[in-house]
Protein backbone atom coordinates (compact mmCIF):
# COMPACT_ATOMS: atom_id res chain seq x y z
CA UNK A 1 0.00 0.00 0.00
CA UNK A 2 1.41 3.55 -1.28
CA UNK A 3 -0.01 6.36 0.93
CA UNK A 4 -0.55 9.46 -1.17
CA UNK A 5 -1.58 13.60 -0.59
CA UNK A 6 -3.93 13.18 -3.85
CA UNK A 7 -5.59 11.62 -6.32
CA UNK A 8 -7.16 12.98 -9.39
CA UNK A 9 -9.47 9.96 -11.18
CA UNK A 10 -11.74 10.36 -13.68
CA UNK A 11 -14.69 8.10 -14.95
CA UNK A 12 -15.51 8.17 -18.69
CA UNK A 13 -17.69 6.21 -20.95
CA UNK A 14 -21.26 6.14 -22.71
CA UNK A 15 -23.47 8.77 -22.04
CA UNK A 16 -25.92 5.85 -21.18
CA UNK A 17 -22.81 4.25 -19.48
CA UNK A 18 -23.45 5.49 -15.76
CA UNK A 19 -20.41 7.52 -15.23
CA UNK A 20 -22.23 10.09 -13.36
CA UNK A 21 -23.39 7.59 -10.88
CA UNK A 22 -20.30 6.33 -10.53
CA UNK A 23 -18.28 9.36 -10.28
CA UNK A 24 -21.38 10.28 -7.39
CA UNK A 25 -21.20 7.10 -5.49
CA UNK A 26 -16.91 7.95 -5.75
CA UNK A 27 -17.38 11.16 -4.19
CA UNK A 28 -20.15 10.43 -1.34
CA UNK A 29 -17.40 7.59 -0.04
CA UNK A 30 -14.93 9.45 -0.52
CA UNK A 31 -16.45 12.62 1.48
CA UNK A 32 -17.41 10.38 4.30
CA UNK A 33 -13.70 9.63 4.50
CA UNK A 34 -13.11 12.74 5.16
CA UNK A 35 -11.20 14.10 2.43
CA UNK A 36 -11.23 17.55 0.85
CA UNK A 37 -12.54 16.67 -2.32
CA UNK A 38 -13.56 19.10 -5.65
CA UNK A 39 -15.60 17.44 -8.60
CA UNK A 40 -16.03 18.08 -12.28
CA UNK A 41 -19.19 16.57 -14.36
CA UNK A 42 -18.69 16.54 -18.06
CA UNK A 43 -21.85 15.47 -20.22
CA UNK A 44 -23.44 15.86 -23.53
CA UNK A 45 -26.67 17.89 -23.75
CA UNK A 46 -28.53 15.05 -25.57
CA UNK A 47 -30.56 12.81 -23.47
CA UNK A 48 -28.97 9.84 -25.15
CA UNK A 49 -26.07 11.18 -27.24
CA UNK A 50 -25.05 7.98 -29.85
CA UNK A 51 -23.61 5.61 -28.33
CA UNK A 52 -19.70 4.98 -28.99
CA UNK A 53 -18.96 8.49 -30.25
CA UNK A 54 -16.70 11.15 -28.94
CA UNK A 55 -19.95 13.28 -28.83
CA UNK A 56 -21.57 10.82 -26.77
CA UNK A 57 -18.40 10.94 -23.64
CA UNK A 58 -19.47 11.17 -20.49
CA UNK A 59 -17.37 11.94 -17.97
CA UNK A 60 -16.46 12.60 -14.16
CA UNK A 61 -13.30 13.98 -12.61
CA UNK A 62 -13.18 13.38 -9.19
CA UNK A 63 -9.81 15.60 -7.00
CA UNK A 64 -9.09 13.96 -3.68
CA UNK A 65 -6.63 15.33 -1.00
CA UNK A 66 -5.70 15.14 2.54
CA UNK A 67 -5.42 18.59 2.82
CA UNK A 68 -7.47 21.63 1.51
CA UNK A 69 -7.82 21.81 -2.35
CA UNK A 70 -9.55 24.00 -4.77
CA UNK A 71 -9.53 22.55 -8.34
CA UNK A 72 -11.04 19.38 -9.72
CA UNK A 73 -7.61 19.12 -10.46
CA UNK A 74 -5.97 19.72 -13.98
CA UNK A 75 -5.18 16.21 -15.19
CA UNK A 76 -6.30 12.94 -14.49
CA UNK A 77 -3.26 10.10 -12.64
CA UNK A 78 -6.27 7.41 -13.63
CA UNK A 79 -8.74 7.22 -16.31
CA UNK A 80 -11.54 4.78 -16.23
CA UNK A 81 -12.19 4.43 -20.24
CA UNK A 82 -15.45 2.12 -20.85
CA UNK A 83 -14.96 1.82 -24.39
CA UNK A 84 -12.13 3.65 -27.08
CA UNK A 85 -14.59 6.98 -27.54
CA UNK A 86 -13.77 7.41 -23.58
CA UNK A 87 -10.17 6.74 -24.15
CA UNK A 88 -9.56 8.47 -26.78
CA UNK A 89 -11.71 11.59 -26.23
CA UNK A 90 -9.79 11.82 -22.71
CA UNK A 91 -6.08 10.40 -23.56
CA UNK A 92 -4.96 14.01 -24.33
CA UNK A 93 -5.65 15.64 -20.71
CA UNK A 94 -3.60 12.74 -19.16
CA UNK A 95 0.16 12.98 -18.01
CA UNK A 96 3.13 10.54 -18.58
CA UNK A 97 2.75 8.04 -16.04
CA UNK A 98 -0.92 8.27 -15.05
CA UNK A 99 -3.14 4.77 -14.99
CA UNK A 100 -5.21 3.91 -17.38
CA UNK A 101 -8.05 1.14 -16.60
CA UNK A 102 -9.71 0.06 -19.93
CA UNK A 103 -12.48 -1.82 -20.51
CA UNK A 104 -11.41 -4.34 -23.23
CA UNK A 105 -14.42 -6.11 -24.09
CA UNK A 106 -15.29 -2.79 -25.92
CA UNK A 107 -12.61 -2.28 -28.09
CA UNK A 108 -14.04 -4.46 -31.06
CA UNK A 109 -13.00 -3.53 -34.53
CA UNK A 110 -16.36 -1.67 -35.10
CA UNK A 111 -15.87 0.11 -31.60
CA UNK A 112 -12.37 1.23 -32.57
CA UNK A 113 -13.55 1.96 -36.16
CA UNK A 114 -16.44 4.64 -34.84
CA UNK A 115 -13.75 7.05 -33.12
CA UNK A 116 -11.24 6.73 -36.31
CA UNK A 117 -8.45 4.39 -34.30
CA UNK A 118 -6.89 2.32 -37.44
CA UNK A 119 -5.47 -0.03 -35.04
CA UNK A 120 -6.21 -1.62 -31.64
CA UNK A 121 -4.17 1.07 -28.79
CA UNK A 122 -4.32 -1.35 -26.47
CA UNK A 123 -1.59 -3.24 -28.22
CA UNK A 124 -0.12 -0.97 -30.70
CA UNK A 125 2.37 0.49 -28.22
CA UNK A 126 0.84 4.15 -28.37
CA UNK A 127 0.12 3.64 -24.62
CA UNK A 128 3.51 2.85 -23.61
CA UNK A 129 3.74 6.26 -21.73
CA UNK A 130 0.83 5.09 -19.45
CA UNK A 131 0.28 2.34 -16.83
CA UNK A 132 -2.28 0.73 -18.71
CA UNK A 133 -4.77 -1.69 -17.14
CA UNK A 134 -6.18 -4.09 -19.53
CA UNK A 135 -10.02 -5.21 -17.13
CA UNK A 136 -12.79 -7.22 -19.70
CA UNK A 137 -14.99 -5.36 -17.46
CA UNK A 138 -18.41 -6.42 -19.11
CA UNK A 139 -17.33 -10.29 -19.30
CA UNK A 140 -16.60 -10.01 -15.76
CA UNK A 141 -19.71 -8.18 -14.55
CA UNK A 142 -21.84 -10.72 -16.88
CA UNK A 143 -20.38 -13.32 -14.98
CA UNK A 144 -20.41 -12.24 -12.04
CA UNK A 145 -24.14 -12.40 -12.00
CA UNK A 146 -24.81 -15.27 -13.87
CA UNK A 147 -26.56 -16.64 -11.15
CA UNK A 148 -29.19 -13.54 -10.49
CA UNK A 149 -31.26 -14.38 -13.55
CA UNK A 150 -31.09 -11.49 -14.97
CA UNK A 151 -30.62 -11.33 -19.29
CA UNK A 152 -26.92 -10.64 -20.69
CA UNK A 153 -28.23 -7.26 -21.61
CA UNK A 154 -29.72 -5.71 -18.63
CA UNK A 155 -26.25 -7.56 -16.37
CA UNK A 156 -24.21 -5.48 -18.79
CA UNK A 157 -25.73 -2.60 -17.22
CA UNK A 158 -23.86 -2.95 -14.08
CA UNK A 159 -20.20 -2.93 -15.31
CA UNK A 160 -20.25 0.49 -13.75
CA UNK A 161 -20.49 -0.96 -10.40
CA UNK A 162 -17.52 -2.99 -11.09
CA UNK A 163 -15.74 -0.40 -11.68
CA UNK A 164 -16.73 1.50 -9.02
CA UNK A 165 -16.02 -1.62 -6.60
CA UNK A 166 -12.34 -1.93 -8.37
CA UNK A 167 -11.58 1.52 -7.67
CA UNK A 168 -13.02 1.40 -3.89
CA UNK A 169 -10.19 -1.43 -3.27
CA UNK A 170 -7.66 0.38 -5.09
CA UNK A 171 -8.09 3.72 -3.27
CA UNK A 172 -9.59 2.33 0.27
CA UNK A 173 -12.65 3.56 -0.05
CA UNK A 174 -15.91 2.87 2.45
CA UNK A 175 -18.47 0.61 0.75
CA UNK A 176 -21.03 0.10 3.34
CA UNK A 177 -23.35 3.68 2.41
CA UNK A 178 -22.63 2.72 -1.36
CA UNK A 179 -24.81 -0.86 -1.17
CA UNK A 180 -27.31 1.27 1.15
CA UNK A 181 -28.15 3.55 -1.57
CA UNK A 182 -28.14 1.10 -4.02
CA UNK A 183 -31.08 -1.05 -1.88
CA UNK A 184 -32.85 2.37 -1.38
CA UNK A 185 -32.58 3.51 -5.47
CA UNK A 186 -33.86 0.30 -6.33
CA UNK A 187 -36.11 -0.36 -3.46
CA UNK A 188 -38.98 -1.35 -5.55
CA UNK A 189 -36.46 -3.63 -7.68
CA UNK A 190 -34.89 -5.29 -5.72
CA UNK A 191 -33.13 -8.01 -7.63
CA UNK A 192 -31.67 -4.82 -9.91
CA UNK A 193 -30.33 -3.95 -6.20
CA UNK A 194 -28.93 -6.88 -5.60
CA UNK A 195 -27.30 -7.73 -9.01
CA UNK A 196 -25.87 -3.86 -8.51
CA UNK A 197 -24.72 -4.75 -5.50
CA UNK A 198 -23.07 -7.97 -6.74
CA UNK A 199 -21.44 -6.35 -9.45
CA UNK A 200 -19.78 -3.92 -6.86
CA UNK A 201 -18.39 -6.55 -4.63
CA UNK A 202 -17.08 -8.51 -7.26
CA UNK A 203 -14.71 -5.40 -8.56
CA UNK A 204 -13.47 -5.06 -5.05
CA UNK A 205 -12.53 -8.79 -5.13
CA UNK A 206 -11.16 -8.86 -8.44
CA UNK A 207 -8.65 -5.67 -7.15
CA UNK A 208 -8.10 -8.14 -4.25
CA UNK A 209 -7.07 -11.24 -5.81
CA UNK A 210 -5.44 -9.80 -9.13
CA UNK A 211 -2.13 -9.61 -10.36
CA UNK A 212 -2.36 -6.89 -12.45
CA UNK A 213 -2.64 -3.97 -9.35
CA UNK A 214 0.15 -4.96 -6.85
CA UNK A 215 -0.45 -1.64 -5.43
CA UNK A 216 -3.49 -0.11 -3.92
CA UNK A 217 -3.33 3.48 -2.38
CA UNK A 218 -4.14 5.29 0.85
CA UNK A 219 -5.27 9.10 0.98
CA UNK A 220 -5.62 10.24 4.66
CA UNK A 221 -8.55 12.30 5.84
CA UNK A 222 -7.86 15.90 5.91
CA UNK A 223 -7.79 18.03 8.37
CA UNK A 224 -10.88 20.35 8.31
CA UNK A 225 -12.14 22.44 11.01
CA UNK A 226 -14.63 20.72 13.55
CA UNK A 227 -17.76 20.55 12.37
CA UNK A 228 -20.18 18.67 10.86
CA UNK A 229 -19.89 17.82 7.21
CA UNK A 230 -21.30 16.40 4.42
CA UNK A 231 -20.67 16.46 0.58
CA UNK A 232 -23.23 19.08 -1.39
CA UNK A 233 -23.14 20.49 -4.90
CA UNK A 234 -23.58 23.92 -5.61
CA UNK A 235 -27.14 23.63 -6.88
CA UNK A 236 -28.09 21.57 -3.14
CA UNK A 237 -26.72 24.26 -1.27
CA UNK A 238 -28.07 27.11 -3.37
CA UNK A 239 -31.79 25.34 -2.66
CA UNK A 240 -30.76 24.55 1.31
CA UNK A 241 -29.77 28.21 1.24
CA UNK A 242 -33.24 29.17 0.10
CA UNK A 243 -34.93 27.09 2.75
CA UNK A 244 -32.88 28.67 5.07
CA UNK A 245 -33.58 32.74 3.48
CA UNK A 246 -37.36 31.30 3.84
CA UNK A 247 -37.06 30.64 7.60
CA UNK A 248 -34.53 33.38 8.72
CA UNK A 249 -36.98 36.10 7.54
CA UNK A 250 -40.32 34.41 8.51
CA UNK A 251 -41.56 34.61 4.61
CA UNK A 252 -42.94 31.55 2.71
CA UNK A 253 -40.87 30.49 -0.28
CA UNK A 254 -42.41 30.57 -3.59
CA UNK A 255 -40.38 29.65 -6.87
CA UNK A 256 -42.14 29.69 -10.47
CA UNK A 257 -39.98 27.90 -12.82
CA UNK A 258 -39.75 26.31 -16.09
CA UNK A 259 -37.52 23.17 -16.42
CA UNK A 260 -33.86 24.64 -18.02
CA UNK A 261 -30.38 22.65 -17.76
CA UNK A 262 -28.43 23.24 -15.58
CA UNK A 263 -31.02 25.02 -13.01
CA UNK A 264 -33.53 22.32 -13.20
CA UNK A 265 -32.07 20.23 -9.79
CA UNK A 266 -32.89 23.56 -7.53
CA UNK A 267 -36.78 23.00 -8.51
CA UNK A 268 -36.24 19.69 -8.23
CA UNK A 269 -34.82 19.49 -4.79
CA UNK A 270 -37.23 22.16 -3.92
CA UNK A 271 -40.41 20.40 -4.76
CA UNK A 272 -39.54 17.98 -1.92
CA UNK A 273 -39.21 20.42 1.04
CA UNK A 274 -43.37 21.13 1.43
CA UNK A 275 -42.86 20.97 5.06
CA UNK A 276 -40.75 24.21 5.39
CA UNK A 277 -43.51 25.75 3.21
CA UNK A 278 -41.80 25.77 0.10
CA UNK A 279 -44.09 25.86 -2.61
CA UNK A 280 -42.63 25.54 -6.22
CA UNK A 281 -44.71 25.93 -9.29
CA UNK A 282 -42.92 24.21 -12.84
CA UNK A 283 -44.57 26.74 -14.98
CA UNK A 284 -45.59 26.15 -18.84
CA UNK A 285 -42.82 28.78 -20.09
CA UNK A 286 -40.15 31.03 -18.60
CA UNK A 287 -42.26 34.46 -18.65
CA UNK A 288 -44.97 32.58 -16.40
CA UNK A 289 -42.82 31.10 -14.09
CA UNK A 290 -41.25 34.85 -13.16
CA UNK A 291 -44.28 36.24 -13.14
CA UNK A 292 -45.87 34.10 -10.82
CA UNK A 293 -42.55 34.55 -8.23
CA UNK A 294 -43.16 38.47 -8.56
CA UNK A 295 -46.91 38.13 -7.90
CA UNK A 296 -46.01 36.17 -4.74
CA UNK A 297 -43.60 38.82 -3.85
CA UNK A 298 -46.60 40.93 -3.92
CA UNK A 299 -48.63 38.44 -2.03
CA UNK A 300 -45.63 38.81 0.45
CA UNK A 301 -43.77 35.56 -0.26
CA UNK A 302 -40.16 35.12 -0.80
CA UNK A 303 -40.49 34.94 -4.42
CA UNK A 304 -37.98 33.68 -6.50
CA UNK A 305 -37.32 31.91 -10.02
CA UNK A 306 -34.41 29.86 -11.23
CA UNK A 307 -33.41 29.68 -15.25
CA UNK A 308 -30.46 30.17 -17.24
CA UNK A 309 -29.03 32.77 -19.77
CA UNK A 310 -31.38 32.20 -22.27
CA UNK A 311 -34.36 32.27 -19.43
CA UNK A 312 -33.09 35.82 -18.48
CA UNK A 313 -33.25 36.80 -21.64
CA UNK A 314 -37.32 35.58 -21.92
CA UNK A 315 -37.61 37.29 -18.39
CA UNK A 316 -36.14 40.49 -18.48
CA UNK A 317 -39.54 42.51 -19.10
CA UNK A 318 -40.64 41.31 -15.71
CA UNK A 319 -37.44 41.81 -13.98
CA UNK A 320 -37.82 45.54 -15.69
CA UNK A 321 -41.14 45.07 -14.02
CA UNK A 322 -40.16 44.23 -10.74
CA UNK A 323 -37.25 47.17 -10.67
CA UNK A 324 -40.66 49.03 -11.25
CA UNK A 325 -42.63 47.78 -8.59
CA UNK A 326 -39.87 47.32 -6.06
CA UNK A 327 -40.49 44.26 -4.87
CA UNK A 328 -37.62 41.50 -3.52
CA UNK A 329 -37.52 39.16 -6.35
CA UNK A 330 -34.56 36.70 -6.05
CA UNK A 331 -33.51 35.29 -9.76
CA UNK A 332 -31.18 32.88 -10.22
CA UNK A 333 -29.12 32.50 -13.28
CA UNK A 334 -27.52 28.82 -13.38
CA UNK A 335 -24.84 30.16 -16.33
CA UNK A 336 -24.07 28.10 -19.21
CA UNK A 337 -22.46 28.14 -22.13
CA UNK A 338 -23.96 30.31 -25.48
CA UNK A 339 -25.16 32.27 -27.07
CA UNK A 340 -28.60 31.02 -28.25
CA UNK A 341 -28.82 27.21 -26.88
CA UNK A 342 -25.04 27.13 -26.99
CA UNK A 343 -23.76 24.48 -24.75
CA UNK A 344 -26.55 23.34 -22.18
CA UNK A 345 -23.99 21.28 -20.33
CA UNK A 346 -21.41 23.00 -20.61
CA UNK A 347 -19.92 25.88 -18.38
CA UNK A 348 -19.48 30.00 -18.97
CA UNK A 349 -19.43 32.84 -16.95
CA UNK A 350 -20.83 34.99 -20.06
CA UNK A 351 -23.90 36.56 -18.23
CA UNK A 352 -22.66 38.89 -16.69
CA UNK A 353 -22.96 41.96 -18.79
CA UNK A 354 -26.45 40.43 -19.49
CA UNK A 355 -27.32 40.56 -15.81
CA UNK A 356 -26.36 44.37 -15.50
CA UNK A 357 -28.27 45.88 -18.57
CA UNK A 358 -29.96 43.57 -20.13
CA UNK A 359 -33.59 45.34 -19.65
CA UNK A 360 -34.96 48.53 -21.32
CA UNK A 361 -34.85 51.49 -19.54
CA UNK A 362 -32.61 52.53 -16.00
CA UNK A 363 -33.31 49.34 -14.77
CA UNK A 364 -30.38 48.69 -12.23
CA UNK A 365 -30.87 45.31 -10.58
CA UNK A 366 -27.77 44.05 -7.30
CA UNK A 367 -26.12 40.91 -8.48
CA UNK A 368 -24.40 38.39 -6.49
CA UNK A 369 -22.27 35.45 -7.70
CA UNK A 370 -20.92 32.44 -5.12
CA UNK A 371 -17.24 31.51 -5.67
CA UNK A 372 -17.74 28.04 -4.51
CA UNK A 373 -20.27 25.09 -4.59
CA UNK A 374 -20.63 25.47 -0.79
CA UNK A 375 -20.74 28.99 -0.74
CA UNK A 376 -23.86 28.61 -2.92
CA UNK A 377 -25.84 28.22 0.31
CA UNK A 378 -24.50 31.85 1.54
CA UNK A 379 -24.88 33.01 -1.32
CA UNK A 380 -28.32 33.07 -1.79
CA UNK A 381 -28.51 33.62 1.95
CA UNK A 382 -27.66 37.07 1.18
CA UNK A 383 -29.36 37.40 -2.29
CA UNK A 384 -32.39 37.30 -0.24
CA UNK A 385 -31.03 40.08 2.14
CA UNK A 386 -30.54 42.49 0.31
CA UNK A 387 -34.19 41.97 -2.18
CA UNK A 388 -36.33 41.65 1.22
CA UNK A 389 -34.14 44.60 2.95
CA UNK A 390 -33.95 47.32 -0.35
CA UNK A 391 -37.14 45.86 -1.72
CA UNK A 392 -35.59 44.81 -5.64
CA UNK A 393 -35.25 42.02 -7.73
CA UNK A 394 -31.48 40.75 -6.89
CA UNK A 395 -29.83 38.24 -9.73
CA UNK A 396 -27.52 35.47 -8.40
CA UNK A 397 -25.28 34.25 -11.05
CA UNK A 398 -23.38 30.88 -10.36
CA UNK A 399 -22.87 28.55 -13.29
CA UNK A 400 -22.61 24.88 -14.40
CA UNK A 401 -18.91 23.82 -12.78
CA UNK A 402 -20.44 25.48 -9.67
CA UNK A 403 -23.93 24.23 -10.09
CA UNK A 404 -23.00 20.60 -10.80
CA UNK A 405 -19.45 19.96 -9.04
CA UNK A 406 -19.32 19.31 -5.17
CA UNK A 407 -17.39 19.84 -2.28
CA UNK A 408 -17.31 18.61 1.87
CA UNK A 409 -19.40 21.96 3.60
CA UNK A 410 -19.62 22.18 7.07
CA UNK A 411 -23.27 22.87 8.00
CA UNK A 412 -23.79 26.08 9.96
CA UNK A 413 -25.74 26.38 13.17
CA UNK A 414 -28.73 28.07 12.69
CA UNK A 415 -28.29 30.78 14.96
CA UNK A 416 -24.74 31.43 12.48
CA UNK A 417 -27.10 32.63 9.80
CA UNK A 418 -28.62 36.17 9.32
CA UNK A 419 -32.01 37.26 10.77
CA UNK A 420 -33.63 38.78 7.50
CA UNK A 421 -36.60 41.18 8.60
CA UNK A 422 -39.47 42.11 6.02
CA UNK A 423 -40.53 45.08 8.20
CA UNK A 424 -44.14 44.77 6.39
CA UNK A 425 -45.88 47.97 6.39
CA UNK A 426 -48.77 47.69 9.43
CA UNK A 427 -50.30 51.34 8.86
CA UNK A 428 -50.16 54.59 7.54
CA UNK A 429 -46.92 56.09 7.22
CA UNK A 430 -47.76 60.18 6.23
CA UNK A 431 -49.85 62.59 7.39
CA UNK A 432 -51.37 64.94 4.38
CA UNK A 433 -51.71 68.65 4.54
CA UNK A 434 -55.12 68.47 5.92
CA UNK A 435 -54.02 66.43 8.83
CA UNK A 436 -55.16 63.19 7.31
CA UNK A 437 -53.46 59.91 7.73
CA UNK A 438 -52.81 57.99 4.98
CA UNK A 439 -50.41 54.94 3.11
CA UNK A 440 -47.86 56.13 0.31
CA UNK A 441 -46.42 53.08 -1.52
CA UNK A 442 -43.41 54.70 -2.59
CA UNK A 443 -42.26 56.98 0.55
CA UNK A 444 -38.95 55.52 0.98
CA UNK A 445 -36.93 54.76 4.36
CA UNK A 446 -34.27 57.37 4.70
CA UNK A 447 -31.74 54.90 4.76
CA UNK A 448 -32.20 51.78 2.32
CA UNK A 449 -34.10 54.20 0.32
CA UNK A 450 -36.79 50.54 -0.04
CA UNK A 451 -40.13 51.40 -0.28
CA UNK A 452 -43.02 50.08 1.96
CA UNK A 453 -43.81 46.57 1.30
CA UNK A 454 -47.84 46.23 2.25
CA UNK A 455 -49.48 42.38 2.13
CA UNK A 456 -52.55 42.98 -0.44
CA UNK A 457 -55.95 43.07 2.37
CA UNK A 458 -53.85 44.74 5.17
CA UNK A 459 -57.05 47.53 5.66
CA UNK A 460 -56.09 50.92 5.67
CA UNK A 461 -53.25 49.77 3.12
CA UNK A 462 -54.77 49.77 -0.11
CA UNK A 463 -52.51 51.16 -2.82
CA UNK A 464 -52.02 51.08 -6.40
CA UNK A 465 -48.37 49.75 -7.84
CA UNK A 466 -47.69 48.89 -11.41
CA UNK A 467 -45.18 49.37 -14.47
CA UNK A 468 -46.08 52.70 -15.60
CA UNK A 469 -44.00 55.51 -13.46
CA UNK A 470 -44.89 56.44 -10.21
CA UNK A 471 -45.07 59.80 -8.68
CA UNK A 472 -42.59 59.87 -5.96
CA UNK A 473 -44.75 58.58 -2.67
CA UNK A 474 -48.37 58.92 -3.56
CA UNK A 475 -47.41 55.98 -6.12
CA UNK A 476 -49.70 57.56 -8.58
CA UNK A 477 -49.29 57.67 -12.51
CA UNK A 478 -47.02 60.07 -13.50
CA UNK A 479 -45.55 61.26 -16.47
CA UNK A 480 -44.26 64.90 -15.10
CA UNK A 481 -40.59 64.75 -16.72
CA UNK A 482 -38.82 66.06 -13.51
CA UNK A 483 -40.50 63.33 -11.28
CA UNK A 484 -39.43 60.27 -13.96
CA UNK A 485 -35.88 62.14 -13.84
CA UNK A 486 -35.97 61.58 -9.86
CA UNK A 487 -37.43 58.50 -9.62
CA UNK A 488 -34.70 57.04 -12.39
CA UNK A 489 -31.90 58.32 -9.91
CA UNK A 490 -33.41 57.32 -6.93
CA UNK A 491 -33.71 53.86 -7.68
CA UNK A 492 -30.28 53.59 -9.14
CA UNK A 493 -29.16 55.46 -5.90
CA UNK A 494 -30.90 52.83 -4.33
CA UNK A 495 -28.76 50.01 -5.83
CA UNK A 496 -25.30 52.10 -5.40
CA UNK A 497 -26.12 52.37 -1.92
CA UNK A 498 -26.47 48.78 -0.73
CA UNK A 499 -24.65 47.74 2.36
CA UNK A 500 -22.15 44.45 1.12
CA UNK A 501 -18.79 43.54 2.84
CA UNK A 502 -15.59 45.30 1.10
CA UNK A 503 -13.41 43.25 -1.06
CA UNK A 504 -10.57 41.47 1.08
CA UNK A 505 -6.96 41.40 -0.70
CA UNK A 506 -4.92 38.31 -0.04
CA UNK A 507 -1.57 40.15 -0.81
CA UNK A 508 1.08 38.13 2.56
CA UNK A 509 4.11 39.77 1.79
CA UNK A 510 2.73 42.91 1.12
CA UNK A 511 4.84 43.71 -1.59
CA UNK A 512 3.30 42.13 -4.59
CA UNK A 513 3.07 44.58 -7.77
CA UNK A 514 0.20 41.86 -9.33
CA UNK A 515 -2.96 41.66 -8.37
CA UNK A 516 -5.49 38.82 -9.48
CA UNK A 517 -9.23 39.76 -9.27
CA UNK A 518 -12.02 37.09 -10.29
CA UNK A 519 -15.15 36.63 -9.68
CA UNK A 520 -17.76 33.37 -9.23
CA UNK A 521 -16.02 29.71 -10.00
CA UNK A 522 -12.78 31.38 -11.10
CA UNK A 523 -11.93 31.54 -7.17
CA UNK A 524 -11.00 28.04 -6.98
CA UNK A 525 -8.33 28.12 -10.22
CA UNK A 526 -7.16 30.93 -9.61
CA UNK A 527 -6.74 30.48 -5.64
CA UNK A 528 -4.61 27.36 -6.45
CA UNK A 529 -2.32 29.34 -9.54
CA UNK A 530 -2.06 32.09 -6.82
CA UNK A 531 -0.36 29.30 -4.47
CA UNK A 532 1.81 27.75 -6.82
CA UNK A 533 3.59 30.91 -7.91
CA UNK A 534 3.98 32.08 -4.29
CA UNK A 535 5.20 28.35 -3.61
CA UNK A 536 7.70 28.66 -6.27
CA UNK A 537 8.84 32.26 -4.57
CA UNK A 538 6.44 34.64 -6.58
CA UNK A 539 4.75 37.42 -5.32
CA UNK A 540 1.42 37.79 -6.38
CA UNK A 541 -2.10 39.81 -4.76
CA UNK A 542 -4.99 37.50 -4.97
CA UNK A 543 -9.07 39.01 -4.53
CA UNK A 544 -12.55 38.04 -5.44
CA UNK A 545 -15.79 39.81 -5.58
CA UNK A 546 -18.83 38.06 -4.42
CA UNK A 547 -20.77 41.88 -4.71
CA UNK A 548 -20.80 42.63 -9.17
CA UNK A 549 -23.40 45.06 -8.49
CA UNK A 550 -22.30 47.82 -6.55
CA UNK A 551 -19.08 46.74 -6.33
CA UNK A 552 -17.38 46.93 -2.77
CA UNK A 553 -16.67 51.11 -2.18
CA UNK A 554 -13.02 50.11 -1.41
CA UNK A 555 -12.87 48.00 -4.54
CA UNK A 556 -11.02 51.21 -6.56
CA UNK A 557 -8.67 52.01 -4.23
CA UNK A 558 -7.73 48.46 -3.65
CA UNK A 559 -7.33 48.06 -8.12
CA UNK A 560 -5.33 51.54 -7.88
CA UNK A 561 -2.60 49.66 -5.05
CA UNK A 562 -0.94 47.67 -7.71
CA UNK A 563 0.81 48.14 -10.75
CA UNK A 564 -0.99 45.15 -12.54
CA UNK A 565 -4.38 43.93 -12.40
CA UNK A 566 -5.28 40.53 -13.90
CA UNK A 567 -8.86 39.33 -14.35
CA UNK A 568 -9.31 35.93 -15.55
CA UNK A 569 -13.18 35.11 -16.76
CA UNK A 570 -14.53 32.41 -18.69
CA UNK A 571 -16.20 35.25 -21.48
CA UNK A 572 -14.56 37.69 -23.19
CA UNK A 573 -13.58 40.20 -20.78
CA UNK A 574 -17.04 41.03 -19.02
CA UNK A 575 -15.92 42.06 -15.63
CA UNK A 576 -12.36 44.02 -16.88
CA UNK A 577 -14.75 45.99 -19.29
CA UNK A 578 -16.81 46.72 -16.13
CA UNK A 579 -14.12 48.04 -14.47
CA UNK A 580 -12.29 50.11 -17.00
CA UNK A 581 -15.22 52.25 -17.70
CA UNK A 582 -15.92 52.39 -13.84
CA UNK A 583 -12.43 53.35 -12.27
CA UNK A 584 -10.23 53.95 -15.18
CA UNK A 585 -7.63 51.43 -14.31
CA UNK A 586 -5.77 49.10 -16.87
CA UNK A 587 -7.77 46.10 -16.14
CA UNK A 588 -6.28 43.25 -18.33
CA UNK A 589 -8.15 40.34 -19.56
CA UNK A 590 -6.77 36.67 -20.02
CA UNK A 591 -9.71 34.88 -21.33
CA UNK A 592 -11.31 31.52 -22.24
CA UNK A 593 -14.38 30.24 -23.26
CA UNK A 594 -14.24 26.31 -23.77
CA UNK A 595 -17.11 25.08 -21.78
CA UNK A 596 -14.47 24.65 -19.10
CA UNK A 597 -12.92 25.57 -15.91
CA UNK A 598 -9.15 27.50 -16.15
CA UNK A 599 -6.65 24.73 -15.34
CA UNK A 600 -4.69 26.06 -12.38
CA UNK A 601 -1.43 25.73 -14.29
CA UNK A 602 -2.19 27.90 -17.07
CA UNK A 603 -3.23 30.94 -14.64
CA UNK A 604 0.29 30.08 -13.01
CA UNK A 605 1.85 30.96 -16.52
CA UNK A 606 -0.05 33.92 -16.89
CA UNK A 607 0.64 35.30 -13.58
CA UNK A 608 3.99 34.64 -13.83
CA UNK A 609 4.14 36.37 -17.25
CA UNK A 610 2.59 39.76 -15.92
CA UNK A 611 5.45 39.58 -12.89
CA UNK A 612 7.89 38.88 -15.41
CA UNK A 613 6.88 42.11 -17.74
CA UNK A 614 6.70 44.57 -14.72
CA UNK A 615 10.55 43.15 -13.74
CA UNK A 616 11.41 44.10 -17.33
CA UNK A 617 9.07 47.10 -17.36
CA UNK A 618 7.05 45.52 -20.57
CA UNK A 619 3.36 46.14 -21.38
CA UNK A 620 0.94 43.38 -21.29
CA UNK A 621 0.74 39.95 -20.00
CA UNK A 622 3.68 38.39 -21.45
CA UNK A 623 4.29 35.44 -23.86
CA UNK A 624 2.01 33.19 -21.29
CA UNK A 625 -1.12 33.96 -23.08
CA UNK A 626 -2.69 31.43 -25.45
CA UNK A 627 -4.50 32.66 -28.27
CA UNK A 628 -7.96 32.26 -26.07
CA UNK A 629 -6.77 35.62 -23.88
CA UNK A 630 -7.65 39.13 -24.91
Known amino acids: MRRLDRVIIRFAGDSGDGMQLTGDRFTSETASF ?24 SSF ?22 NPAALKANLADLPRGAEIIVNTDEFTKRALAKVGYAADPLTDGSLEAYHLHPVPLTSLTVEAL ?70 SYEVPPAALPAGTYRNISGNLALSYGLIAAGERSGLPLFLGSYPITPASDILHELSKHKNFGVRTFQAEDEIAGIGAALGAAFGGALGVTTTSGPGVALKSETIGLAVSLELPLLVVDIQRGGPSTGLP ?3 EQADLLQAMFGRNGEAPVPIVAPATAAECFDAAIEAARIAVTYRTPVLLLSDGYLANGSEPWRVPEVDELPVIEPKFATGPNHVTEDGTEAFWPYKRDPQTLARPWAVPGTAGLEHRIGGIEKQDGTGNISYDPAN ?62 RSLNPFPANLGAVLRGYDRVIVPEMNLGQLALLLRAKYLVDAQSYNQVRGLPFKAAQLADVLWAAIGTLDAGLDGVGEGNEENDV
Open 34 to 57: GNDLSTLPNFPAEIRAPAGTLPGV
Open 146 to 215: KESGLARKDAERAKNMFALGLLSWLYHRPTQSTEAFLRQKFAKKPDIAEANITAFRAGWNFGETTEDFAV
Open 61 to 82: QLHFADHDILTPGDAPNVLVAM
Open 484 to 545: HDFMVRTRQAKIDGIDVAPVVVDDPSGDARVLVLGWGSTYGPITAAVRRVRADGGSVAQAHL
Open 345 to 347: TKT
